[in-house]
T-cell receptor, first 110, second 117 residues
Framework: RKEVEQDPGPFNVPEGATVAFNCTYSNSASQSFFWYRQDCRKEPKLLMSVYSSGNEDGRFTAQLNRASQYISLLIRDSKLSDSATYLCVVNPPGNTPLVFGKGTRLSVIA | NAGVMQNPRHLVRRRGQEARLRCSPM?????VYWYRQLPEEGLKFMVYLQKENIIDESGMPKERFSAEFPKEGPSILRIQQVVRGDSAAYFC???????????????FGPGTRLTVL
């Protein structure tokens, strides 16, 4: 089982749609979780951290289910500018590097 | 407060030449991470360094690749005798404190795109 797995997509959605991305991780002792966004040919940028209680930032909602080792990102009212690749990122236990998923590509269409 | 800086942004080398990639972390950050991203692929961790120390190089090929982060100056990723398969985007990230099992955000530089002819 891969350490961090994501559906690669692409997800093609119309403006205004709600879209959800899922991510699973293999190490149950992982301690912290993030969603990063990467635009084409650009560097990854932190979108939001993911907390056990779930957290929301404007149109974006992140949730964590430790029992199922599952992380989600919900985007409401999609904008054209949301088009990007969304990376699920997990911090395993101990002094080990962050593990990045391969990303889910989103295209928001006018 | 400048972000993570990398140079050059684009680098072209012929097979067999050396490539040197530089990364200056964000001000106050003493931990640097290097990643490689092949076209249409995810980010692959290569190496994690603190000032003058390599903490984890488990993702770095044993041959031809080396990294350093001296007391003064930027971190350097060095690739000797480059081959076509080394063509990729190389991203550097920095954080305020090491991973050490604690939540710490990594900030990425714009990357260096290496093309090997």
């Amino acid at each position: 089982r891969k350490e961090v797995e994501q559906d690669p997509g692409p997800f093609n959605v119309p403006e205004g749609a709600t879209v959800a991305f899922n991510c699973t991780y293999s190490n149950s002792a992982s301690q912290s979780f993030f969603w990063y966004r990467q635009d084409c040919r650009k560097e990854p940028k932190l979108l939001m951290s993911v907390y056990s209680s779930g957290n929301e930032d404007g149109r974006f909602t992140a949730q964590l289910n430790r029992a199922s080792q599952y992380i989600s990102l919900l985007i409401r009212d999609s904008k054209l500018s949301d088009s990007a690749t969304y990376l699920c990122v997990v911090n395993p236990p101990g002094n080990t590097p962050l593990v990045f998923g391969k990303g889910t590509r989103l295209s928001v269409i006018a | 407060n400048a972000g993570v800086m990398q140079n050059p942004r684009h680098l072209v080398r012929r097979r067999g030449q050396e490539a040197r990639l530089r990364c200056s972390p964000m001000k106050g950050h003493s931990h640097v991470y290097w990643y490689r991203q092949l076209p249409e692929e995810g980010l692959k961790f290569m190496v994690y360094l603190q000032k003058e120390n390599i903490i984890d190089e488990s993702g770095m090929p044993k041959e031809r690749f080396s990294a350093e982060f001296p007391k003064e100056g930027p971190s350097i990723l060095r690739i000797q005798q480059v081959v076509r398969g080394d063509s990729a985007a190389y991203f550097c990230a920095s954080s305020l404190v090491g991973l050490a099992g604690v939540l710490h955000t990594q900030y990425f530089g714009p990357g260096t795109r290496l093309t090997v002819l």
